[in-house]
Antibody
């Protein structure tokens, strides 16, 4: 079964850092754009960042530029999100999502179950 | 940033009825719009991409239409499992953005 499994979420103090991971299985990970999308409690969806198949191109929503870094390791079939200088506004479920090739990876056809990040003192 | 406005916020319908959901973009996005369904405690599920292409495994009762700034998701006859929140998402410009969602609830 094609699957994405996120990990690394948890409770962190304001100003702290976290690194999220997403493990992919049962598809050729290196052939797909990958994305992070977040959802604050009770709120809608917000696209955060994406990365090209070979890692050569990355895009971010303005609110996380310079704060978050997306990366991937195709040998390990894994996607990452390094999050620094966290604030309460970053509290959300973070989803890893695969990009649809026909859309240059900009629509998302496979989603993980998400990992919760809570920023609080 | 392109703003997507979904309407109505809530749609109250009965099983078997037709659902029509709207998504309006703040500027033209050609056909670069996707629709997702989300149920409580679950990740979103891709229904439609590029305005009218059904994703793999999506039933034919779901259809999408529109171009430019106005888009519609139609569910021809609601099944019990279709009651959920629906989001639209554009990929015309960076950053990729989502609409605020429409909740389809049982009347």
């Amino acid at each position: 079964e094609v699957q994405l499994v996120e990990s690394g979420g948890g409770l962190v103090q304001p100003g702290g850092s976290l690194r999220l991971s997403c493990a992919a299985s049962e598809f050729t990970f290196s052939s797909f754009w990958m994305n992070w999308v977040r959802q604050a409690p009770g709120k809608g969806l917000e696209w955060v960042a994406n990365i090209k198949e070979d890692g050569s191109e990355k895009h971010y929503v303005d609110s996380v530029k310079g704060q978050f870094t997306i990366s991937r390791d195709n040998a390990k079939n894994s996607l990452y999100l390094q999050m620094n200088s966290l604030s309460a506004d970053d509290t959300a479920v973070y989803y890893c999502a695969r990009g649809v090739p026909a859309t240059r990876g900009e629509a998302f056809d496979i989603w993980g179950q998400g990992t919760m990040v809570t920023v609080s003192s | 940033e392109i703003v997507l406005t979904q309407s109505p916020a809530t749609l109250s319908l009965s099983p078997g009825e037709r659902a029509t959901l709207s998504c309006r973009a703040s500027q033209s996005i050609s056909i670069y719009l996707a629709w997702y369904q989300q149920k409580p405690g679950q990740p979103p599920r891709l229904l439609i991409f590029d305005a009218s292409y059904r994703a793999t495994g999506i039933p034919a009762r779901f259809s999408g239409s529109g171009s430019g700034t106005d888009f519609t998701l139609t569910i021809s006859s609601l099944e019990p499992e279709d009651f959920a929140v629906y989001y639209c998402q554009q990929r015309s410009n960076w950053p990729l953005t989502f609409g605020g969602g429409t909740k389809v609830e049982i009347k």
